[in-house]
């Protein structure tokens, strides 16, 4: 959960780094809170469907549940997952 804002008090930004492992079967899910505050309570079920299918299917279907649910804010989501492939 990204927990900082840029520009806020002017106090310069401690970056957080994690690292996990990205292998086959690895989703990755980032978004703003005008998608995490509307569906808070339901949001990892979401989540699952908006997996279900592909990421451009479930960004756009949670933008529209963020948005049926009155999301007061912009809504920004990005769905990753991971597909094995041949390396270059």
Known sequence: M????????GAPIEPQLLEFAWGS????ALCSD???????????GRLTEA??????EGNQGLIDAA??????????????RFVPGRVS
């Open 2 to 9: 990204l927990e900082q804002v840029m520009g806020g008090d």
């Open 25 to 28: 079967g690895s989703r990755l």
């Open 67 to 80: 948005n049926a649910a009155g999301g007061p804010d912009n809504v920004t989501v990005v769905l990753a």
């Open 51 to 56: 997996f279900a299918g592909t990421v451009t």
């Open 34 to 44: 005008g998608l995490h505050g509307p569906l808070e309570d339901i949001l990892p």
